[in-house]
T-cell receptor, first 110, second 116 residues
Framework: EDQVTQSPEALRLQEGESSSLNCSYT??????LFWYRQDPGKGPEFLFT???AGEEKEKERLKATLTKKESFLHITAPKPEDSATYLC???????????FGAGTILRVKS | DAGVIQSPRHEVTEMGQEVTLRCKPI?????LFWYRQTMMRGLELLIY????????DSGMPEDRFSAKMPNASFSTLKIQPSEPRDSAVYFC??????????????FGPGTRLTVT
């Protein structure tokens, strides 16, 4: 069974304090690993797709990396507007189903 | 593009009543997904369609839940009869056709359902 575990469950940072969120996964043949951002009262917003180990993608203060067993979302010099829940999901080789982790709640204080 | 459109945004109903949630996917997307999100269970896939055909409904909790996609631009999720434990936020998402490639899913704003 495909599984995704995210850690930590919650993370509090001071503005400018860089850190990383972890997403560990088991999947029967990875087709893609996805990162989403979710603000309170809204639907998840797509950030990145990673396809193979060693791949990296960046968007503003965020950088996502992928190994064969986990993905990291690095946040460099975060700002309060980066506060949100970050969700990781995997898609197996067959079918278009996404399996989501429970998410990491990030709070950035000024 | 308007994105994925869901209605209603909020629904409050009494136990035993029928509830219908609606979704309009992004134009040109031919895969549509219904999810449920709760604090306890997170984001769970209920059912998804490719080209209006249900492909995987293994996440549908029980026979009280049903989903239809009569055409490429409209889908419904129906709960009959509703129960308090159905209270959750229901999301609809759509994506481009998947063959060997992997495409991201775009989510709607959700419908917050409260069953009293």
């Amino acid at each position: 069974e495909d599984q995704v575990t995210q850690s930590p469950e919650a993370l509090r940072l001071q503005e400018g304090e860089s850190s990383s969120l972890n997403c560990s996964y088991t999947v029967s043949g990875l087709r893609g690993l996805f990162w989403y951002r979710q603000d309170p009262g809204k639907g998840p917003e797509f950030l990145f797709t990673l396809y193979s180990a060693g791949e990296e993608k960046e968007k503003e203060r965020l950088k996502a990396t992928l190994t064969k067993k986990e993905s990291f979302l690095h946040i460099t010099a975060p700002k309060p507007e980066d506060s949100a829940t970050y969700l990781c999901a995997v898609q197996a080789q067959y079918g278009n189903k996404l399996v989501f982790g429970a998410g990491t709640i990030l709070r950035v204080k000024s | 593009d308007a994105g994925v459109i869901q209605s209603p945004r909020h629904e409050v109903t009494e136990m035993g009543q029928e509830v219908t949630l609606r979704c309009k996917p992004i134009s040109g997307h031919n895969s549509l997904f219904w999810y449920r999100q709760t604090m306890m269970r997170g984001l769970e896939l209920l059912i998804y369609f490719n080209n209006n055909v249900p492909i995987d409904d293994s996440g549908m909790p029980e026979d009280r839940f049903s989903a239809k996609m009569p055409n490429a631009s409209f889908s419904t999720l129906k709960i009959q009869p509703s129960e308090p434990r159905d209270s959750a936020v229901y999301f609809c998402a759509s994506s481009q056709p998947t063959g060997t490639a992997s495409y991201e899913q775009y989510f709607g704003p959700g419908t917050r359902l409260t069953v009293t």
